[in-house]
């Protein structure tokens, strides 16, 4: 009930392209959905999140789209570009500890 | 806004030696703190989590320990290293807001 299940696991998209990764979720107590960005050697960054409370959160060129009962987000970006090339985690948190669940990653490549 | 230090960024290793990784905040007091692992191409494991000096939870049962000496310092170490300890450490924190890590630089291990 903890985890968070991400796919697809790669993903390979032309320049201008729509990339589109998904996650589930088991806990109903998770209030927080956030995705990271991680470049190679380097540690995750905080990229955009939303919480339960709305559908669809948008930031640039990065949209979260959030289905509640379907227990579903989903991170799009629009006109990928070749710096978009990274490893993208969904997350979720809840509870007093405010533990991080992460999914178990995509590894997105922006062909030029 | 909250910085946090880790160091060193790369590690090698001999199979049962000690091992210590630090990790130290700034810009926030009393934050939550955790050490994740991640494996080569894998996701993010969660090792411990600490809420306060002196209090560690352990996630997985493992070769590793976590201490927490000062509000601002979280140490991850090791009596005797083994193979499947290799991997890249990293140190997360959520701040004063407690939603949204942030994340050290991470340090590679190695252990040969």
């Known amino acids: 009930q903890q985890q968070v299940k991400q796919s697809p696991q790669s993903l390979i998209v032309q320049k201008g392209g729509i990339s589109i990764i998904n996650c589930a979720y088991e806990?109903?107590?998770?209030?927080?959905f956030p995705w990271y960005q991680q470049f190679p050697g380097k540690g995750p960054a905080l990229l955009i999140a939303?919480?339960?409370?709305?559908s669809e959160k948008k930031e640039g060129r990065f949209t979260i789209s959030f289905n509640k009962s379907a227990k579903q987000f989903s991170l799009h970006i629009m006109d990928s570009q070749p710096g978009d090339s990274a490893t993208y985690f969904c997350?979720?948190?809840?509870?007093?500890?405010?533990?991080?669940?992460f999914g178990t990653g995509t590894l997105l490549a922006v062909q030029p | 806004s909250q910085t946090i230090h880790q160091w060193p960024a790369t590690l090698v290793q001999p199979v049962g030696s000690p091992l210590s990784l630090e990790c130290t905040v700034e810009?926030?007091?009393?934050?939550?703190l955790y050490w994740y692992r991640q494996a080569a191409g894998r996701g993010l494991q969660l090792l411990f989590y600490s809420i306060g000096i002196d209090q560690i939870s352990s996630e997985v049962p493992q070769n590793l320990s976590a201490s927490r000496p000062q509000d601002r310092q979280f140490i991850l170490s090791s009596k005797k290293l083994l193979l499947s300890d290799s991997g890249f450490y990293l140190c997360a924190s959520p701040g004063q807001s407690n939603y949204g890590y942030t994340f050290g630089s991470g340090t590679r291990l190695t252990v040969v």
């Open positions: 997350a979720a948190d809840g509870g007093a500890t405010n533990k991080l669940i």
């Open positions: 806990n109903t107590a998770f209030d927080y």
């Open positions: 939303i919480r339960p409370d709305v």
């Open positions: 810009g926030t007091s009393n934050p939550n």
